[in-house]
């Protein structure tokens, strides 16, 4: 998502502290890593002019940037803003190149304080450091599913996108989650640079890829899907996959609407790193639905399904779809004014990143 359309989304709470509301919604695909950038991300001199600028420019940097510090400072903010919100299970995909080693421990304790169920992974990526980078991220998983014991926490095998991992990455992604009984949680087709790289490769998409290197065992989930077809998407549906649209992400990105998605009935809402308001998500869904040109071959109460699927998935993850947090209030405006002072070091160190 570009900087400018998030940091228009954050309305700050004013008061102390607050109770959920009476919806218990699931976030489907999120960054929790992203939870500070409404507090006064710089604007880029030069604005990125397509999603891989976008990428490069703005959450690669931010994500390079995060310490330990400012990840528990963005994850108590933004499951902070979800619980108000009325999100009380977040399913996460994280990255902080400079701090892998527990930092899904960071993330489920700041989840566990909120009051917020959580299911998280490390996207394995080699753009940073290559085979070894993605080796410390696919460890990380292993290392974070292993030892949890939180009843509110779940782990995944996570990867950045397909286009930024080698073969060899892909298939030690998926051997790792049928050995830990678990799904991947990817990027898929987000943009059309992810097919283009696929093809580079030898491969039809990158869907194609994935399943080739046996990288999408059942219960996976396949984030975004908007460069897929049709028979794409009854492939990962009759494989057991989930796909999650991101409505909002996808709008400020400028990557198209997942038309093909209307061929599933295992589709999901996302947030993609905005906040977990999910009817302030469901709202982008229809009006972006309704601006598609040509039009979207589903109807309102169809597109109203996502959520209910959030739920569907959530179910497969814990058993049990609704989810109350224990602690009834949080100090909000603390979580905020202790997010406000992270931010400014994460600037800091945002800006020394070339």
């Known amino acids: 998502m570009e900087m400018k359309e998030k940091k228009e989304e954050e309305k700050p709470q004013r008061h102390r502290a607050v109770e959920i509301r009476g919806e218990s919604f699931v976030n489907a695909h999120t960054h929790v890593y992203s939870g500070l950038a409404p507090l006064g991300m710089?604007?880029?001199a030069t604005p990125p002019r397509n999603f891989i600028e976008i990428l490069q420019k703005i959450w690669w940097r931010l994500d390079r940037a995060l310490d330990e510090k400012t990840l528990r400072a963005s994850a108590r903010y933004y499951m902070a803003e979800a619980r108000a919100a009325g999100t009380t299970t977040v399913i996460d995909h994280h990255e902080s190149p400079n701090f892998i080693d527990g930092a899904l421990d960071v993330l489920a304790n700041a989840a566990e304080g909120i009051g917020v169920r959580l299911v998280t992974c490390y996207g394995a990526t080699e753009r940073n450091g290559g085979r070894e980078e993605a080796r410390r991220g696919l460890r990380e998983c292993a290392r974070?599913?292993?030892a949890n014991r939180r009843a509110n926490v779940r782990g995944m095998v996570g990867l950045h996108a397909s286009f930024t991992v080698s073969d060899e990455t892909l298939r030690e992604a998926g051997d790792l989650a049928r050995e830990l009984g678990v799904g991947v949680h990817v990027h898929v087709a987000e943009d059309f640079a992810d097919v283009d790289d696929a093809r580079?490769?030898?491969?039809?998409?990158?869907l194609e890829r994935l399943f080739?290197?046996?990288a999408l065992p059942p219960g996976s989930i396949v984030a975004h899907g908007v460069h897929?077809?049709?028979?794409?998407?009854?492939?990962?549906t009759s494989a057991g996959c989930w796909l999650v649209q991101n409505p909002?992400?996808?709008?400020?990105n400028r990557v198209g609407y997942p038309r093909a998605l209307a061929a599933s009935d295992r589709v999901g809402?996302?947030?993609d790193g905005f906040p977990s308001?999910?009817?302030k998500e469901e709202s982008a869904l229809f009006d972006s639905a309704a601006r598609s040109t040509p039009a979207v071959p589903e109807s309102r109460d169809a597109l109203s399904r996502r959520l209910a699927t959030n739920r569907d998935i959530a179910r497969s993850l814990f058993g049990h779809a609704p989810y109350a947090p224990s602690a009834p209030t949080m100090d909000v405006q603390e979580i905020r004014a202790h997010a406000e002072e992270a931010a400014k070091h994460l600037w800091r160190r945002m800006k020394e990143i070339a």
């Open 277 to 279: 308001d999910m009817a």
């Open 144 to 146: 974070f599913i292993r």
């Open 200 to 206: 580079t490769r030898g491969y039809p998409g990158p």
């Open 248 to 252: 909002r992400s996808n709008e400020a």
């Open 212 to 214: 080739t290197l046996h």
């Open 42 to 44: 710089p604007a880029l």
């Open 269 to 271: 809402l996302g947030t």
């Open 228 to 236: 897929l077809d049709r028979v794409q998407v009854e492939a990962a």
